[in-house]
């Protein structure tokens, strides 16, 4: 199910305010400590309104590459009660949804979780997540349960944790998300004390851009659809299909690696994609990371391939010993990089070459290049 921002936060919203208002009465004291948290639940709203603020200004103020967050916040009034707190986090969650569903394509804010960038679906996701979750806090207060929606929790989950395996047989979405967000236990894996979400990555590569694909848009262009993405004429190929597939597969797998996956090559003046670049996994037991690309045929000839080669090159090569994957220590950082080409293809060899590739032994049917770590 593809990720939609606007109509997320609406469902969301909708569900979170009738739980709140419920609990929104003389009845209830909302300055005692949220559940789990220092915060009073008073404070625990106005946190949420202050997220849906943040995030709404972050893209309204085109905050990407600033390293920072507008200088404006949300607060509560002096005196203001569990109702007005509730219509707080309704509002300002109205706020968030409208900006996300008026921003353009390509327009990126500030976050600095993993990379320091999010767009308009990944702060939505963002909102969404602060949402529910502080919503269960506030709840847990007065010793009620809080329960989302199923489809909701499997979105978010898609969207910002790619590196949590999806939940299995038996298991629910939101007791995953639960425990993803060191707020439950789950079978099989150790309590996080530490956690983050994953914003897909962004790379500027001169003439076009490359933006990691979630799996929920994988899955979704490996069905068919466009992966909510703008496609240029020709694409999505088959073999960005088929990427997106590989990347789909070893997320329901539990063994898909943010970072290590499939990236949409995106024209910058028009923010058209124009193919696909990426990894076929995480590096092997030696350190080799297999890359691939592809171009629409009309998009060939203008240097996008090389361009957005190189810069996924220098991103995979920057990544430390022992930090490969963002959150994954168990993956080493790559060794070096090595492709694939059909041994006829003077023009893919021409693109690895000008990325700093050297053609190596063949493999199989297949012309080799390596690319090896300074």
């Not at 106005?46 to 607060?75: C, M, N, S």
């Not at 990126?108 to 308009?120: E, I, K, M, T, V």
């Not at 150790?190 to 914003?199: D, K, M, Q, S, T």
Request: aromatic residues 8%; negative net charge.
């Amino acid at each position: 199910m593809l990720f939609n921002g606007g109509e997320r936060i609406d469902e969301a919203t909708a569900h979170a305010v009738r739980a709140l208002r419920a609990v929104a009465t003389a009845e209830y004291d909302w300055t005692r400590p949220a559940g789990g948290l220092d915060w009073s639940c008073l404070d625990t709203a106005e946190h949420i309104a202050g997220d849906f603020t943040a995030y709404a200004t972050q893209l309204t103020g085109r905050t990407a590459g600033t390293g920072v967050y507008v200088p404006v916040e949300a607060k509560l009034d002096e005196g203001t009660g569990a109702d007005g707190a509730v219509w707080a986090v309704e509002a300002t969650a109205g706020l968030l949804a409208a900006v996300v569903r008026t921003t353009p394509a390509g327009v990126r804010g500030w976050h600095p979780y993993p990379h320091g960038s999010a767009d308009a679906a990944g702060f939505a996701a963002m909102g969404v997540i602060e949402l529910i979750l502080h919503t269960h806090d506030i709840l847990r207060a007065f010793d009620l349960a809080y329960e989302p929606p199923a489809e909701l929790c499997e979105a978010v989950l898609a969207r910002q944790f790619p590196q949590v395996p999806p939940a299995r047989d038996g298991e629910g979405h939101w007791a995953v998300l639960l425990w993803a967000t060191g707020r439950g236990e789950r079978a099989g894996h150790a309590r996080l004390e530490r956690w983050r979400w994953h914003n897909p990555i962004h790379l500027a590569a001169g003439p076009v851009e490359l933006v990691e694909v979630a799996p929920d848009a994988a899955a979704d262009l490996a069905a068919g659809g466009t992966g909510g993405i703008a496609w240029a004429e020709g694409g999505p190929s088959d073999g960005t299909r088929g990427a997106a597939s590989r990347v789909a597969k070893a997320y329901a797998a539990g063994t898909h690696r943010p970072e290590w996956g499939m990236f949409a090559v995106v024209r910058a003046e028009d923010q058209l994609a124009v193919g696909a670049a990426g990894f076929h996994g995480v590096p092997d037991e030696e350190g080799w990371a297999e890359v691939g690309y592809n171009l629409a045929p009309a998009a060939r000839g203008n240097g996008y391939a090389t361009q957005a080669l190189r810069a996924l090159t220098d991103f995979a090569l920057a990544i430390p010993d022992g930090a490969a994957g963002g959150d994954h220590a168990d993956h080493a950082g790559p060794t070096g990089l090595r492709a694939l080409a059909d041994p006829d293809n003077a023009a893919s060899h021409a693109v690895l070459a000008r990325a700093g590739f050297t053609r190596t032994a063949d493999r199989g049917a297949d012309a080799a290049f390596e690319l090896r770590r300074p």
